[in-house]
């Protein structure tokens, strides 16, 4: 391709090294690239629970009218914010190899005692959801911005500790010493991943990005965003997945919780690799074992 490729991004500090790592892998297959930030709705309102603003894909909306009206010819994205079903014209071009999926708590004090009635924050339905069912006596706050936002609040606050992904924190250089990894919460359908987007009517740009695509993450992370398009749970929702490939076979772990922490159901999963339409298959029986009344509940 005779111009440079142009990649559309958040503007924020950890979406920019997203991207750039992105560029990077194209500079190597000898693709020239230009970065193009924008500013999605998700951070320009800091203030409202991310579940609570009513839009879809409040994080990659921006860019994918960007790439549908030609402003860019690509787009990268935290898959974990991508709605289940991509704008019409657009396509999944490639899924770079996941980084760590869990969910991380950094807390403010040398130790944290869980037994005592914390107040730990996050914006996600699904962290808080699964946080009240194991620890019912803590307490939730909202938690809003970019990952050095986010980081400072917790610093200035009165709150005891906050829930991150571990992959976002890896990423930027900035895991604080006072910090967990969360083995026990499920994280949200292909967190740790990346997904870059293309335009369907441009399939030799679309050819060429598939050389950096991961076949095994791509395959784990299809499983999980079909349980969750199965489940009818949009980005925000408390649906927690994750496949991981193991010899040959696929071990899956899934969840859907009330929100206030007082009923989930859970499954825990492994079929070989060659197993088709999992994700259909382990959402049913999530519905079928009560998760159909928690969604209802939710609704309601």
């Known amino acids: 391709?005779?111009?440079?490729?142009?990649?559309?991004?958040?503007?924020?500090?950890?979406?920019?090294?997203?991207?750039?790592?992105?560029?990077?892998?194209?500079?190597?297959?000898?693709?020239?690239?230009?970065?193009?930030?924008?500013?999605?709705?998700?951070?320009?309102?800091?203030?409202q629970p991310l579940y609570e603003m009513?839009?879809?894909?409040?994080?990659?909306?921006?860019?994918?009218?960007?790439l549908l009206n030609d402003r860019i010819d690509i787009a990268v994205h935290s898959m974990k914010d991508v709605p289940t079903q991509l704008p019409q014209g657009l396509v999944q071009a490639a899924v770079l190899e996941r980084e760590s999926p869990l969910d991380l708590l950094v807390f403010k004090t040398n130790e944290i005692d869980?037994?005592?009635?914390?107040?730990i924050a996050t914006s996600s339905l699904r962290r808080k959801a699964q946080w009240l069912c194991k620890y019912p006596h803590h307490q939730i706050e909202v938690l809003r911005g970019n990952v050095n936002t986010r980081l400072q609040k917790l610093k200035t606050s009165n709150w005891d500790g906050a829930i991150f992904a571990k992959a976002g924190l890896e990423r930027l250089n900035m895991v604080p010493k006072n910090s967990i990894d969360l083995f026990w919460m499920t994280p949200a359908p292909a967190q740790g991943a990346l997904m870059v987007v293309a335009k369907s009517e441009n399939p030799e740009l679309c050819k060429l990005l598939s050389k950096i695509n991961h076949p095994n993450?791509?395959?784990?992370?299809?499983?999980?965003?079909?349980f969750l398009r199965t489940l009818q749970?949009?980005?925000?929702?408390?649906?927690?997945?994750?496949?991981?490939?193991?010899?040959?076979?696929?071990?899956?772990?899934?969840?859907?919780?009330?929100?206030?922490?007082?009923?989930?159901?859970?499954?825990?999963?492994?079929?070989?690799?060659k197993s088709?339409?999992?994700?259909?298959?382990?959402?049913?029986?999530?519905?079928?074992?009560g998760g159909k009344r928690i969604l209802e509940q939710i609704n309601r």
């Open 276 to 289: 088709k339409n999992l994700g259909e298959l382990y959402a049913n029986e999530i519905l079928s074992q």
């Open 217 to 226: 993450t791509a395959k784990c992370v299809q499983i999980e965003r079909n």
């Open 233 to 273: 749970g949009g980005c925000s929702a408390p649906i927690g997945a994750l496949a991981q490939m193991k010899n040959k076979e696929i071990h899956f772990a899934g969840n859907i919780s009330h929100p206030n922490g007082n009923d989930a159901v859970v499954i825990d999963k492994t079929a070989n690799i």
């Open 54 to 66: 009513g839009i879809v894909g409040v994080f990659t909306k921006v860019l994918d009218t960007a």
């Open 114 to 119: 869980f037994s005592k009635p914390l107040t």
């Open 1 to 47: 391709m005779s111009s440079p490729i142009r990649i559309g991004t958040r503007d924020s500090d950890l979406a920019l090294w997203q991207a750039t790592h992105v560029q990077k892998k194209m500079t190597a297959l000898g693709l020239k690239s230009v970065l193009v930030p924008l500013k999605s709705e998700g951070d320009q309102n800091l203030i």
